[in-house]
């Protein structure tokens, strides 16, 4: 929600992007804000309080607090996070000049929240219809309409069918194609969106993202043939907990999600929960900064990806003041540093 909202770092929505460049596919799996987890030293809550108590530990950090939560949940290296509030949502689309939506069934939400903690009504008819931010995001927010579409889980996969609209709208106007226009619309919306993301790695994923094909879509949810069920947390609030008693097939889904025929999980070691915090992560890494010497967009982004992999902790990616570079060079700015 952000500023001026109740409980403004307590997440409306959590999708887990993942991209394949080899391959041109993107995947968007979607986890219900109720789903209980493992949140650092807090013990077992919903997942979308990570964020809120990452900033009440340092204001401002819940966004990477929140990245280890749902790495460690999911035994999954999430290097990226973008948090992004409602003012942002709204006025990037309609920069956009809105965003054509197919909605695919009508309905009605007679309690959507409204000004000064009321209520009102909110309703979408079926079919192809221009949205501009503010219905867009009712839209994205409703979670009280009839017709089938009064849950979390409803309102998840109608937040999929708005990211590619989005993606669709941009690439009419060539956004992606244009850093110029992609560093005036993050410029432009910067206060309201935190991220570890630097504008050439931004500017690289847009690059990607006009030739990748249509989504992979996964919504976690408490169907008959869903991941979850309804079960109550230790303070008594409602809360969903994995159908099996762990994540092991939640976590096989989403590892396989371009290979629905594979079985065979990756094994991956929990962080222990006492470790999740802002204080001890990548302390102990090699910190390095990488700089692009050549006229090849991306190729610091995808460097220093590489590097990360490796466990360097990558610090700054940008251009070099001075191109092109011939060789790579390497500057060690510390002797206690090995190469």
Do not use: C
Request: proline share 6%; net charge neutral.
């Amino acid at each position: 929600g952000g500023s001026g909202h109740d409980g403004p770092y307590l997440r409306d929505t959590n999708i887990i992007v993942s991209l394949k460049p080899s391959t041109n596919e993107v995947a968007l799996i979607s986890v219900p804000r109720d789903l209980g987890a493992l949140v650092g030293t807090h013990g077992w809550r919903k997942i979308n309080s990570a964020d809120a108590f990452g900033e009440a530990e340092r204001p401002g950090a819940g966004g990477e607090y929140a990245r280890q939560v749902f790495e460690n949940t999911f035994r999954l290296k999430i290097p990226y996070f973008l948090r992004v509030d409602f003012t942002a949502f709204q006025e990037l689309i309609d920069k956009l000049g809105g965003i054509n939506v197919n909605v695919p069934t009508a309905f009605t939400d007679a309690s959507y929240p409204g000004p000064n903690f009321s209520y009102t009504t909110v309703h979408f008819d079926a079919g192809v219809q221009l949205m501009d931010g503010e219905h867009a995001l009712s839209y994205s927010r409703s979670r009280h309409g009839n017709a089938g579409e009064g849950s979390d889980f409803a309102r998840s996969r109608r937040q999929q069918l708005i990211i590619e609209a989005v993606k669709e709208k941009m690439l009419s106007l060539g956004t992606y194609t244009n850093p110029g226009k992609i560093k005036n619309v993050y410029d432009s919306l910067k206060s309201h969106v935190s991220t570890n993301l630097n504008i050439a790695e931004l500017s690289y994923l847009a690059s990607i993202a006009k030739d990748v094909a249509p989504s992979k879509k996964l919504v976690l949810d408490s169907s008959l043939n869903g991941y979850l069920i309804n079960t109550t947390g230790e303070s008594g609030a409602f809360i969903l907990s994995p159908k099996t008693g762990n994540f092991d097939n939640i976590n096989l889904a989403i590892q396989n999600i371009f290979n629905p025929q594979s079985s065979a999980p990756t094994p991956l070691s929990p962080i222990p929960s006492s470790e999740i915090s802002l204080s001890n992560y990548n302390q102990n890494s090699p910190k390095v900064e990488v700089k692009n010497g050549t006229w090849i967009p991306g190729l610091a982004a995808r460097t220093g990806k590489k590097l990360e992999d490796k466990g360097y902790d990558i610090i700054l990616v940008s251009n070099s003041l001075i191109r092109p570079i011939e060789h790579t060079v390497i500057y060690l700015l510390s002797d206690k540093v090995t190469v």
